[in-house]
């Protein structure tokens, strides 16, 4: 266990080792560093899938978490069971709201993802993944510099709020490079990045980016908010 006094400085030399060192280098060291006690979020978006697929190549057993909003698109569940059947090493947990979509209803109103998103985020996200990392001592996400100018300077590797070492690996991948491996290993992704979405997430908060727009931008069309919280 590394003394918080001295975590920062830890995990900054550990950002300027990692900085120009291939991704997969990186993955190894959080491997060789965590063993069973990292997990790696997954929303199945492109980086989820790629996250995937590169420690699938790297560890006998993938241990990784959906949270399931009960609001996702189909199609994105039918990528979810597309992934496991394709990964038979993929150890996934699916983490849900304490309260399912027909009891928020009732307690809150049909229209909260409209009326209040932050609060409507903190039931079906924030809180799940407080579940989802006990017992971790460190996560992976699938953050990018070029998600949205909010992003970009996305670490590599930071301490996050519950002192938790939050590893991002493909933070400095551009689209292009993102897409190209995807075609290259021939993985699967979301049937609706076909169709012009560019972030998907849950269905009454996603659109179709406006022109000349960040990735992000059909994220909670017509607000301020740019984050679900899980983030931050």
Known sequence: MIAISSAGTWVDQRAEEFAEAPTEDLLRWVIDQYGADFTVACAFGPESIILIDLLSQLQPVVQAFFLDTGFHFQ????????????YPNLALTVVRPRLNVSQQNAVYGADLPQQNPDQCCQLRKVEPLQRALQGYR???????REHAPNRSQTPLLHWDSRQMLKVNPLADWSKGRMWQYILE?????????????TSIGCAPCTRRPLPDTDERSGRWQGTTKRECGIHL
């Open 185 to 197: 290993r021939g993985l699967p992704y979301n049937s609706l990045l076909d169709e012009g979405y």
């Open 75 to 86: 199609a994105t569940l039918d990528l979810q069971q597309k992934m496991t059947e394709r």
């Open 138 to 144: 460190c996560w992976l996400s699938g953050l990018r």
